[in-house]
């Protein structure tokens, strides 16, 4: 079954970084969608970035241009650096892998426990 392990979050000023981690494991899909969701409290999960089986990447409008979506295949590790840290930014994050059939990435898919980003301002 497929695991998932978020790390690497924390607290910091705006203007900041972080970078989050995801070991993943177990996963056989040969074309997959891996991503990462925040959500804050009394909110619902938002998606913020995901890449796919051939490294192309996509984000929200409200990360693109701080956030870069990456993995490493050899460490079976997801990351997502985040710069320019705004306190908006402050949710539990979460990282996901689902199926992409036809191209799209399912719907059902496996979560992680989550990390937590805190942003002062």
């Known amino acids: 079954q497929v695991s998932l392990e978020e790390s690497g979050g924390g607290s910091v000023e705006a203007g900041g970084s972080l970078r989050l981690s995801c070991v993943v494991s177990g996963y056989t899909y040969s074309s997959f969608c891996m991503s990462w969701f925040r959500q804050a409290p009394g909110k619902e999960r938002d998606w913020v970035a995901t890449i796919v089986t051939n490294g192309l990447a996509t984000y929200a409008d409200s990360v693109k241009g701080r956030f870069t979506i990456s993995r490493d295949k050899a460490k079976k590790t997801l990351y997502l650096q985040m710069n320019s840290l705004k306190p908006e930014d402050t949710a539990m994050y979460y990282c996901?892998?689902?199926?992409?059939?036809?191209?799209?990435?399912?719907?059902?898919?496996?979560w992680g426990q989550g990390t937590q980003v805190t942003v002062s301002s």
């Open positions: 996901r892998v689902s199926a992409r059939p036809n191209g799209v990435c399912s719907s059902v898919g496996d």
